[in-house]
């Protein structure tokens, strides 16, 4: 019998502490699923190292010399490089998160979880799903939660009705399997319902999506 090799997930850290990031890699390094082929230890490396290296996926820190995170994140996707960038940060204030969610991070977590709770987000968000820290998801809730739809004439004709309810129930936070359970379609499906979303509305995560359609009303929260 063969047996299928795993893909292995190249890795970017974006850390300015060398402690942090050091003991980074050598956690992430132990899982023979990951490799780290880069450290930046400030924004502009974490650019010109996503350039030159195309990692799967980049894990950030917010506040870094030269470009904080968020400018670096905002650079990257002007440079259109399709890479998921992963927000680690000690930093939940709200200028923060909505600007890197905005910018187009597909995930936005905080220092205090678990090793096994890094791993798990780096491989959803390697797989397309958007992850985010029980206490930024708290901060959306409260900011989008009495945003009502507002089915505008911009709204019409521009997604299926089977696109938007993959976009209000990525919204809440269910995986591509989750929503492909809940609708009664393959993974597949729903992989191509969100991919023609981010073509119609020109982002490249699923996080960038439901951010823009929130604050437009195509979906709501309630």
């Not at 300015?16 to 050598?26: A, G, K, N, Q």
């Given at each position: 019998?063969?047996?299928?090799?795993?893909?292995?997930?190249?890795?970017?850290?974006?850390?300015?502490?060398?402690?942090?990031?050091e003991?980074?890699?050598?956690?992430?390094?132990?899982?023979?699923?990951?490799?780290?082929?880069?450290?930046?230890?400030?924004?502009?490396?974490?650019?010109?190292?996503?350039?030159?290296?195309?990692?799967?996926?980049?894990?950030?820190?917010?506040?870094?010399?030269?470009?904080?995170?968020?400018?670096?994140?905002?650079?990257?996707?002007?440079?259109?490089?399709?890479?998921?960038?992963?927000?680690?940060?000690?930093?939940?204030a709200?200028?923060?998160?909505?600007?890197?969610?905005e910018?187009?991070?597909?995930?936005?977590?905080?220092?205090?979880?678990?090793?096994?709770?890094?791993?798990?987000?780096?491989?959803?968000?390697?797989?397309?799903?958007?992850?985010?820290?029980?206490?930024?998801?708290?901060?959306?809730?409260?900011?989008?939660?009495?945003?009502?739809?507002?089915?505008?004439?911009?709204?019409?004709?521009?997604?299926?009705?089977?696109?938007?309810?993959?976009?209000?129930?990525?919204?809440?936070?269910?995986?591509?399997?989750?929503?492909?359970?809940?609708?009664?379609?393959?993974?597949?499906?729903?992989?191509?319902?969100?991919?023609?979303?981010?073509?119609?509305?020109?982002?490249?995560?699923?996080?960038?999506?439901?951010?823009?359609?929130?604050?437009?009303?195509?979906?709501?929260?309630?």
């Amino acid at each position: 019998m063969i047996v299928e090799k795993t893909k292995t997930i190249r890795i970017l850290l974006a850390e300015d502490h060398v402690l942090v990031r050091e003991s980074l890699r050598e956690y992430l390094e132990k899982d023979p699923e990951f490799e780290v082929i880069g450290e930046a230890g400030d924004g502009e490396q974490m650019v010109a190292l996503t350039e030159e290296l195309q990692p799967d996926i980049i894990v950030a820190d917010v506040a870094m010399p030269k470009l904080n995170g968020i400018e670096a994140t905002k650079k990257i996707k002007e440079k259109n490089i399709p890479v998921p960038i992963l927000i680690l940060t000690a930093y939940d204030a709200d200028q923060y998160i909505f600007s890197l969610l905005e910018a187009g991070a597909a995930g936005y977590l905080l220092k205090d979880i678990s090793g096994k709770e890094l791993i798990d987000s780096i491989r959803r968000v390697s797989k397309g799903d958007s992850v985010l820290h029980p206490t930024v998801v708290r901060k959306v809730m409260e900011r989008f939660r009495n945003t009502g739809k507002n089915q505008d004439a911009q709204y019409y004709g521009l997604f299926t009705d089977r696109e938007i309810e993959s976009l209000e129930l990525a919204a809440r936070g269910k995986t591509n399997k989750e929503i492909a359970d809940k609708l009664g379609v393959s993974i597949r499906t729903v992989e191509a319902h969100l991919g023609h979303i981010f073509e119609k509305l020109n982002v490249s995560s699923r996080t960038e999506a439901v951010i823009l359609a929130l604050k437009k009303g195509w979906i709501c929260l309630d």
